[in-house]
């Protein structure tokens, strides 16, 4: 059964979507230590990927406990989700059981000031080398949250490494057109 990738707090319309003001080349990202085996050398990767396909200079500058909070850190960390609320809204701050992964941006004004992404490991996450068929893909997911972090939107193309719903055994690492020309109208 397909599962919601993430949610991101932005404006409906994603041409009002805030922007940053420009691209940082040097953007520190922390990760929650004592991460399971092999997720801290695949996030590694996606850094790298990014950083490879959209010239952002994303790093791993080193360790907190990070969460959802607004405390001046980029941080990809690990978590356990609520149950859904059948309440939510589209701008609901927090990680569900329904979601993979969540991504929260804060903002001071127009530009995307700090970003937290969450996985969600209530639900059977590997990195690709050690994928079974039951597994989601923790690049694809990263990757994912990564596009969110720079306010991408979802895609309606399946296949497509912004597209919502992600299958188990898939793994989508290639950067799309779409997504190089959102990016590009983004930052250049």
């Not at 040097?26 to 085996?37: A, C, E, F, R, T």
């Given at each position: ?69 607004r405390d001046g850190r980029n941080t990809i960390s690990l978590g356990v989700a609520a149950p859904p609320s059948p309440a939510r809204r589209r701008r609901d701050a927090r990680l569900e059981a329904d979601r993979l ?88």
């Amino acid at each position: 059964m397909p599962i919601l990738l993430s949610a991101i707090l932005a404006l409906s319309f994603s041409s009002c979507m805030p922007r940053r003001v420009r691209l940082d080349r040097d953007i520190p990202v922390y990760l929650q230590p004592g991460m399971p085996s092999g997720f801290e050398g695949a996030i590694r990767d996606c850094l790298a990927i990014w950083n490879r396909e959209f010239g952002t200079g994303l790093r791993i500058a080193g360790y907190h406990e990070g969460g959802q909070a607004r405390d001046g850190r980029n941080t990809i960390s690990l978590g356990v989700a609520a149950p859904p609320s059948p309440a939510r809204r589209r701008r609901d701050a927090r990680l569900e059981a329904d979601r993979l992964g969540f991504t929260v941006n804060w903002r001071r004004g127009l530009r995307i000031d700090e970003t937290d992404i969450l996985i969600n490991i209530s639900w059977r996450v590997a990195p690709r080398a050690v994928l079974e068929p039951e597994d989601y893909c923790l690049e694809t997911l990263v990757l994912h949250e990564l596009g969110h972090m720079f306010g991408l939107p979802h895609q309606d193309r399946e296949g497509s490494l912004m597209y919502p719903l992600l299958e188990p055994g898939r793994s989508v690492l290639a950067v799309d057109d779409r997504m190089r020309a959102e990016f590009s109208r983004r930052y250049y």
